[in-house]
């Protein structure tokens, strides 16, 4: 096996997502099935578009070509997958095999650890990770503002906002009462004195307590205690904050990024 095929097979590992449950994958099997990517969108129920959205991102994770097109010839043209695609589906069918035999091993009452245990398979730099359920979606446009409310038991809701492409909403198969992880960078998180932030609050806008603290040059970093949630976010330079100091926490709807849930 040449250096070049072992990068290519472990880049496809990378463009996995949630097996059978995954719409872009469910997108290229269509292709491979049908040879057409318009028809392939319309068995898995999202827009041309989308479908073009989610072969790209695949393409991007895995680094390698999965769709070729086909021009002209009987039947005006189509498309069929690469040998890299078949070996994507076939390693997603062996990881959803490995992931329900996982999951009939699970013990009554241990659902908690389990869902933790899926939500760390992933590493990011994002900080900020909270378990979510959609609320509700309100689309204007090629832009869907999505309402969650975090999941745990929190004092009281705690309602955040994400602002997506409607060709993402489709793929994520976005829908009320869907399990989901809203992720974002620490840098993206604005801490102010509670003082300072306007009133009433925005979307977005979170009051809680400063736990902890680290100052440097380019910014203050400030962990927080919002209803119960921990949160991550960045106050200007020498803003003097201190520990227990009651402030506000925000971040721009379009800088929350939705993630599904393992499945």
């Known amino acids: 096996m040449t250096d070049t095929h072992s990068s290519a097979s472990t880049a496809i590992f990378d463009a996995l997502g949630h097996g059978p449950a995954d719409r872009r994958?469910?997108?290229?099997?269509?292709?491979?099935?049908?040879?057409?990517?318009?028809?392939?969108?319309?068995?898995?129920?999202?827009?041309?578009?989308?479908?073009?959205?989610?072969?790209?991102?695949?393409?991007?994770?895995?680094?390698?070509?999965?769709?070729?097109?086909?021009?002209?010839?009987?039947?005006?043209?189509?498309?069929?997958?690469?040998?890299?695609?078949?070996?994507?589906?076939?390693?997603?069918?062996?990881?959803?095999?490995?992931r329900t035999q996982l999951a009939s091993q699970l013990q009554p009452g241990s659902g908690t650890s389990a869902a933790t245990a899926l939500r760390l398979s992933v590493q990011t730099s994002m900080r900020n990770q909270w378990p979510c359920r959609v609320q509700?979606?309100?689309?204007?446009?090629?832009?869907?503002?999505?309402?969650?409310?975090?999941?745990?038991?929190?004092?009281?809701?705690?309602v955040l906002w994400s602002r997506i492409t409607r060709e993402s909403c489709e793929l994520l198969a976005?829908?009320?009462?869907?399990?989901?992880?809203?992720?974002?960078?620490?840098?993206?998180?604005?801490?102010?004195?509670?003082?300072?932030?306007?009133?009433?609050?925005?979307?977005?806008?979170?009051?809680?307590?400063?736990?902890?603290?680290?100052?440097?040059?380019?910014?203050?970093?400030v962990a927080l205690d919002v209803g119960g949630l921990q949160l991550v976010g960045f106050a200007a330079a020498g803003s003097r904050l201190r520990r227990g100091a009651q402030v506000v926490a925000s971040v721009d709807e379009a800088a929350v990024a939705l993630v599904l849930a393992g499945h």
Do not use: F
């Open 136 to 158: 509700a979606l309100h689309a204007s446009g090629p832009i869907v503002r999505v309402q969650l409310c975090a999941d745990g038991p929190l004092p009281q809701p705690l």
């Open 174 to 221: 976005l829908r009320p009462g869907l399990a989901v992880q809203a992720w974002c960078k620490a840098t993206a998180v604005q801490v102010r004195r509670a003082a300072q932030a306007p009133q009433p609050l925005p979307a977005n806008h979170w009051p809680g307590r400063a736990v902890r603290l680290d100052r440097g040059s380019l910014g203050d970093e």
């Open 25 to 98: 994958l469910a997108i290229l099997r269509e292709i491979g099935a049908g040879g057409s990517i318009s028809q392939a969108a319309r068995s898995v129920g999202v827009s041309y578009k989308a479908a073009w959205q989610a072969l790209d991102t695949l393409t991007n994770l895995a680094g390698v070509p999965l769709v070729e097109r086909v021009v002209g010839g009987v039947g005006g043209g189509g498309a069929h997958l690469t040998e890299a695609a078949h070996e994507l589906l076939a390693a997603a069918d062996a990881l959803h095999a490995a």
